[in-house]
């Protein structure tokens, strides 16, 4: 990945003390198209919109939310093939884990080793930061957890999050209607809420994309049918 | 043969709610013996304890690695390893010598701490693992072991019982042996102690 021309960082501190190239990053998340986790009492959601430039495009063929194990789902806001990449890696991760341990890896190691690839492009020769911020979600040892990964490989865990192009509105509406005693049902209505809030144009299972996993631990993404039920629910 | 430059011989066993682990303490150059206070089984957690038996170098240099593995697992994940994640954990290291191996055969011996589930096993030395419900046994004197466990053990033994089952299966086993026994250790685990016990046994 570097070559010998360029085995110097391109991410320098600038004076200020501050790394230029995650800043952009982040505004390169920022934007990117919404998504938003909630983590429930019994499960996590995560969703985003799926707007794309064109009728044309056949949208049964995009997945912006993806699984990296059976128990464990993603979803990015920013830049596309970026996050394909880290999927990749993080799958991989996974699996090594399952290898060595004989035992599905732990959301939180997962996370850790995913934030650490993304550090990695933060301090390496020849490469730049990853354009994306990714919200994981899964089952930690029986409790639900919502994990978030931005490009300085930083990663917090969250009660309920949004990021992308309408953060701040959609997290004000997150904070008014989160509880913590909020049920998995009831945060997937919030979460097509929200983004309904920030959404040009008619929601529809169409253009957005919710991913919820339960307690029985399994991770899926719900099908546009699925989804315009929940929208009929809502309204 | 490498496996019996040193001698020695491990057993593990399976009880109600208590596993134990019992090793002889010689360590031999060939035939001169030159240690009866060598150890062969290691602690890897509270409740988890593998044994070693082979040549004493690996039995040394494995111990110190899987110890190495398990702490950093521990510090990484904040949580104590299970042992059937650490059989893996065991079998990996193994393998990743497969064309140029360690020369010990691996025992591991401990309780789940969250079911109380008891576990043993053993491995070969490239690290195939074999996880019986009863016994396991490795070192230079197998036949011999393998004979008084299956004549001695028992499904569901209690602590005490178990005790003394593996200490004469050991015992008796490596009495027939040449490059095993000067005395006889036993460790056996339940799921709230763990009682270490030395054996008085034939010098020779």
Redesign the interface.
């Known amino acids: 990945m570097a070559d010998s021309q360029y085995s110097f960082s391109l991410t320098t501190f600038s004076p200020t003390g501050k790394l230029v190239q995650i800043e952009y990053a982040l505004m390169a998340v920022a934007a990117g198209q919404t998504s938003l986790g909630i983590r429930a009492a019994n499960g996590v959601v995560i969703a985003t919109e799926k707007k794309l430039p064109t009728t044309l495009v056949d949208e049964t063929s995009v997945h912006k939310i993806q699984s990296l194990t059976p128990g464990i789902g993603v979803v990015y806001s920013g830049m596309g093939p970026d996050s394909r990449v880290l999927v990749r890696r993080s799958r991989k991760q996974a699996q090594q884990y399952q290898r060595l341990h004989k035992e599905t890896i732990p959301l939180s190691q997962l996370v850790r080793e995913t934030a650490a690839v993304m550090q990695e492009y933060t301090q390496s020769g020849g490469v730049r930061p990853f354009g994306v911020s990714l919200l994981v979600a899964g089952y930690d040892d029986h409790c639900p957890q919502l994990y978030q990964i931005d490009p300085s490989g930083s990663y917090f865990p969250w009660k309920a999050t949004a990021i992308g192009k309408n953060v701040c509105n959609a997290k004000t509406f997150l904070e008014k209607r989160y509880t913590d005693e909020m049920e998995l049902e009831d945060a997937i209505h919030t979460a097509i809420l929200t983004l309904k809030e920030g959404f040009e144009g008619q929601v529809s299972g169409k253009n957005i994309e919710v991913g919820i996993v339960g307690p029985d631990c399994k991770f899926r993404v719900l099908t546009p049918i699925e989804v315009d039920d929940y929208l009929g629910e809502v309204d | 043969s490498i496996m019996s430059y040193n001698g020695g011989v491990v057993i593990a066993m399976k009880g109600k709610g208590c596993v134990a682990i019992a090793a002889d303490r010689r360590l031999g150059v060939r035939g001169h013996t030159v240690a009866m206070d060598f150890q062969k089984i290691f602690e890897m957690g509270p409740h988890l304890y593998v044994g070693l038996p082979g040549l004493a170098t690996d039995t040394i240099t494995v111990a110190q690695r899987l110890k190495f593995r398990l702490n950093m697992y521990e510090l ?2 904040n949580r104590r390893i299970t042992p ?2 650490f059989a ?2 065991v079998a ?1 290291l193994l393998y990743e010598r497969r064309f140029g191996p360690y020369f010990v055969e691996p025992v591991i011996a401990g309780i789940d701490t969250k079911t109380g589930e008891p576990y043993i096993c053993n491995t070969d030395l490239i690290g195939c693992l074999n996880e019986p419900d009863d016994f396991v046994v490795s070192g230079t004197c197998v036949e011999q072991a393998f004979g008084m466990c299956e004549a001695l053990w028992e499904p569901d033994l209690e602590p005490l019982d178990l005790f003394e089952t593996i200490s004469q299966a050991l015992v008796n086993a490596f009495d027939r042996d040449a490059m095993s026994g000067w005395g006889a250790v036993v460790h056996v685990i339940e799921k709230d102690k763990v009682t270490v016990r030395t054996v008085k046994t034939r010098m020779d």
């Open positions: 990484r994940e059937k994640t893996s954990v990996n």
